[in-house]
RNA sequence: CGGGGAAUAGCGCAGCUUGGUAGCGCGCAUCGUUCGGGACGAUGAGGUCAUGGGUUCGAAUCCCAUUUCUCCGACCA
C-alpha cells in the first residue's frame, strides 16, 4: 500500500470526545470515526484490523466444526415475541415498522434465527451435532455508549450456535468451543480471565465469560489466587465469616438526631460501619420491600432479583414507604411493618446499630435473636477483605472487558422456537442448544488498552493492518526514493503487508503517524540508502539495526 | 431515567459577563528556504456561529423551545 494517494489520516491531537485509551488512539490514528453515540464508521486501517481478527476468529471456528452463515439484521418481530425476548430485551431493542406496519427488529443477538435455520437439517437425533456462526452486526439500544468500540449501538459480533440430542452431548460441544475461544483469545496475545456469570437475558444453564483484563473494564471481576475460583462481581458468592460474640448485650433505643445515613450514625456513636446494618428501601416489580445489610455493603441487585424471583427492583417512592412505619435514614428491622429481606451476614452479627422506625433514634445492640424477616439470603456484593467460597483464601478484584460470552443454552429456544427431532425411540425431543459470541470491536478495542505506549498503539503482528512501514526520509532524494520503491516491491512480491510511506512529509512527522498507528517494524530508508542499507526498528521494544534489503526481505518473510 | 457541561472553519479552541456583523493554533493552497523525530517566512482559501422562535435599530453574544454530543449518577435510608 502507497500511503500517497491513499485514504489514510491521522490527528495530532487527541479526540475531544472520546474517554478511553483505546478509543482516542483508535479515532486520532484514523482507524475509526465517530458518527453517533455508540456508532462508528470503520475506516480502512480499522477494516484491515479488524478482518485480521476475523480470520483468526474463522480458522478456529471452523476447525471446531462450525460453518459460516450470514443472518439479516432485520428482522420481522413475530420471532423475538415467540422466544419472549421482545419483552425481556426491552427498551435495548431496536424496533421499527416496515412501510405495512408489521414490527420489525435489528438483531441484538440470534438465537431465535439460528433455531428457525437449524430446523432445516435437524429431523433426528442422527442429524446432530451440528454447529453454525456468522460474523455480523448487532444493534443494541444502550443507555449510555461510552469508551470508543467498548460499549457502542451498532456492533459486529461472531456468534455461533450449536445443536445438540442432550445435555450430554451439548456439554461435548460446548468443551470444543470453550477450547476454540482460549485458542482465538491466546492467538490474540490478551490478558484475560474467564469467569463464571449471569446468564442475563439469553437465559439458560451456564455463562462464562471471556474477560480482558483493563483498568477501564465496566465489569469487576474477582478471583482466587489459591484456587481457579473466578467470577463476575454481579454473581460473586459472599462467605459469611463467623465473628466470636463474648455476650448479646441487652437492645436499646438511642437517640441520633439529624444522622440519616450509616456514615453519619456511625460516626456520632463511634461505631464501625461493619457493626451496622442499613436499609434499603426499596420497589421489588410493584411490591415494597425493605432491605437489611451490613452497613459497609454494597447491595447486588441482581442476587436480590434472583431470590425474589422478580424482574426489577428500583428505589422506594414516597407514597410506596408510606404504606409501612418505615422511617427513611431510621429504617430498621426490629418492629418494622413491610416485608423484609436480609442479607445471611446480618444474621451473624451482635451487638450491632441500626434503625428504630422512629425519627432521630437508631438502636444499639440490636443482635438477630430481636428481629423477624421474611426472607434471607445472599443480596451483596463480595468486596476487598472476603474469602473464596471455595478454598477460603482471600479475594482479588480487578476490571475487565467481556470480549466473549459462551452459554449453555438449554431447550429453551427449541421450546420456544418448536425446534425438535425424533431420538431413537421416535419420541420428539428438544434440541439443546448452546450460543458464543465475540464482540470483535471490543476484543480491538481491548487488545489496543493492553497495547499502547506514549506514542500510540502497539499492534501484535498478527493483527497490525500492515507488518512494516517503509519510509523514506526524503522523498526528493532520487536515490532514497528508488530504494524505497525497491524494497517496497521486493516485500510485496515476498507477500509481506507492507506501508510504504512515500508523503512528501518531514522525517518526524511520518515517524509519528507510524508509530501512532502501530505498525509493528519500520524500514528507514535515509542517510545510507546509496549503500543498500535500512534501519530497521521494532515498534514495541524500540531495538533497531541496521539491515541490507535482502536481509530485510528475508527478516520479515 | 435524574443531574451537570457543551455545540463558533476540516481538527482543537477563544469571543458571550458588558449586543455593533467573527478570531487564534493546527491542518489546507501557492511561492521561497529547510529536510533523520510533528520546520520557518510570506501570501491566501475556508464559517447559514447546532436548529427554530423571541427581544432589539442591530444577536455568536440576551430570553424561550428543540436537537445533538458529553460527563456524573441510577448502592440513599
Redesign the pocket.
Known sequence: MRLKDSYFY??????????SVSGNLLV?GGFIK?T????YMMLPLGLRVQAKVEEIIRKYMNEAGSQEVRMPALIAADYYEKSGRLKNFGPDLFKLKDRSGKDMVLGPTHEELFAVAAKSVIRSYKDMPVSIYQIQSKYRDE?????GLIRVKEFVMKDSYTFDRDEAALDVAYGKMFEAYKKIFNELGLNYRIVKADTGMMGGLLSEEFQAVTEIGEDRIVYCEGCDYSRNEEVAETVVQEVPCAEELPLQEVATPHC????D?CEYLHADPKNSV?????KADEEFVVFFIR?D?????LKACKLLGVKE????DDAL?ATSN???????PIGLNAKIVIDREVLAMHNFVC?ANKEGFHYINANPKDLHYDVCGDII?VQEGDICPVCGKPLKFTHGIEVGNTFKLGTKYADALDLTYLDASNKAQSVWMGSYGIGLGRTIAAVVEQNNDE??IIWPVNIAPYKVAVVP?????ETQKAVAEKVYQELTAAGVEVLLDDRE?????????M??IGIPY?L??????AEGIL?F?DRRSGE?KEFTVEEAVAFLK
Request: no cysteine; charged share 35%.
Open positions: 491521522t490527528l495530532r491531537e487527541d479526540a475531544r470526545d472520546e474517554d486520532k465517530k453517533s453515540a455508540g456508532v443507555p449510555r455508549a461510552r469508551f440519616e445515613s450509616i456514615q450514625v442499613k436499609a434499603l428501601l426499596m452497613g455493603r454494597e447491595f447486588n441487585e427492583i428500583g428505589f422506594a414507604i418505615a422511617v427513611p435514614g431510621y429504617t430498621g434503625g456484593n506514542h500510540g526520509v526524503n522523498m526528493k532524494d512529509e518531514r522525517a518526524g512527522v511520518k515517524f509519528n503517524d508509530e501512532l519500520r528507514t530508508v535515509g542517510r545510507k540508502a534501519e526498528k533497531s
